[in-house]
C-alpha cells in the first residue's frame, strides 16, 4: 500500500537558516505530493503541491520537487522565519486515492 | 473558495455523553468528506469516509457504533461521539471533496478541527 516516510524532528533552526525537511514516498502508479502545514491548535492548511514527476510546487518561499526517480518529495526554504514554526505533514494522494500522511515534523524557528 | 468549517471548534464534555461536530463545506458541495483523529504531536488518523446520502466507510479498528457520521447533505457531515470516555478526547478533523471537480487531483480542503475533552 501507499505510505510516506518523512523526517523526524523536532527541527530547532535560527531565524533565516536554511530548511530541508525529507521526505520519500511508496506507492503505485502516479501519486500527487502535498506538503501540509499545520500552525498551533488549527487544522491543516495546503502548503505546496505537485501532480507529476519533475514538477516543482512552490509557495510563500518554500519549495517541493516532485522526484519520482528517488521517490522524494523534500520541503525546502532558503531562508526561514519565526512564523514558520509549525508542523509539516508530507503526504501523498490524488485521484482515487485517500490522503496518505507522513509522521509530521516540528519546526521550530528561534528569533 | 473552497472553506470547510467546523462547529465546535472546542468543546469539553462528562464521560458516559454524547457529543457532536459538525463539518461544513461554506462555498461548494463536497461529494465526500473524511474525518480524522490526531493525537498530540502525532500525524492525521483516517476514521471514516462520508459519501452523502449513503453508509460512512470507516477504517479498520475504528468503531462505527460509537463514531457515528451523518452526511445529512453535499454541504454537511456530522461526526457524534456516543458515551464518550477519556481516551475519546482528541483533535478531530474533517476535510471535504470538491463536487464539482475543479481540482483535478482530488484535492481535500480541510477543516480548522475540533478539541474534544472529556472529563
Keep these: 500500500g501507499d505510505s510516506v516516510t518523512q523526517m523526524e524532528g523536532p527541527v530547532t533552526l535560527s531565524e ?9 514516498y511508496t506507492a503505485t502508479g502516479y501519486p500527487s505530493l502535498f506538503w501540509y502545514v499545520q500552525y498551533p491548535g488549527e487544522g491543516l492548511q495546503l502548503l505546496l503541491k505537485a501532480t507529476k514527476a519533475d514538477d516543482k510546487g512552490s509557495n510563500k518561499g ?15 526554504k532558503g531562508s526561514v522565519q519565526v512564523s514558520d514554526s509549525a508542523v509539516y505533514f508530507c503526504a501523498l494522494g490524488g485521484s482515487a486515492r485517500q490522503l496518505t500522511f507522513g509522521s509530521g ?4 524557528v528561534l528569533p | 473558495g ?3 468549517s467546523q462547529h465546535p471548534s472546542w468543546v469539553i464534555c462528562k464521560s458516559g455523553t454524547s457529543v457532536k461536530i459538525e463539518c461544513r463545506s461554506l462555498d461548494f458541495q463536497a461529494t465526500t468528506m473524511f474525518w480524522y483523529r490526531q493525537f498530540p504531536k ?9 459519501n452523502e446520502g449513503s453508509k460512512a466507510t470507516y477504517e479498520q479498528g475504528v468503531e462505527k457504533d ?4 451523518n452526511h445529512a447533505s453535499l454541504t454537511l457531515s456530522t461526526l457524534t461521539v456516543t458515551s464518550a470516555h477519556p481516551e475519546d478526547s482528541s483533535f478531530y478533523i474533517c476535510s471535504a471533496r470538491d463536487r464539482s471537480g475543479r481540482s483535478s487531483y482530488n484535492e481535500q480542503f480541510f477543516g480548522p478541527g475540533t478539541r474534544l475533552t472529556v472529563l
Design chain 2, 2 to 4: 473552497a472553506v470547510v
Design chain 2, 42 to 50: 502525532q500525524s492525521l488518523m483516517l476514521m471514516a469516509t462520508s
Design chain 1, 16 to 24: 533565516e537558516a536554511f530548511l530541508t525537511i525529507n521526505c520519500t
Design chain 2, 66 to 69: 460509537k463514531f457515528l457520521i
Design chain 1, 62 to 76: 518554500f519549495e517541493a520537487t516532485y522526484r519520482k526517480e528517488t521517490t522524494s518529495f523534500h520541503l525546502e
Design chain 1, 105 to 108: 515534523t516540528q519546526l521550530t
